[in-house]
């Protein structure tokens, strides 16, 4: 699992707030950003990663067992 290298400072940023505030919208709010670019950039790291961060639902996400064990390293 490819975990820290290659990844883009900001894309952790973003992929952390949203894990603390289980919304992306509110992780936009909180890196300046619209919950759509928000979308836009954890799809794009978990592409990249191969595997699924969040788990999606309604207004709110949370953490797949992965993306806890990723978002554990980040912090």
Do not use: C, W
């Amino acid at each position: 699992m490819r975990l820290l290298s290659q990844v883009n400072l900001n894309s952790l940023k973003i992929v952390e707030s949203a894990a603390r505030h289980g919304n992306f919208t509110r992780a936009g709010e909180e890196q300046f950003i619209t919950a759509s670019a928000v979308s836009q950039r954890v799809k794009s790291l978990e592409d990249q990663l191969r595997f699924k961060i969040f788990q999606r639902g309604g207004n709110a996400v949370s953490l797949t067992p992965e993306g806890e064990t990723y978002v554990s390293r980040v912090r």
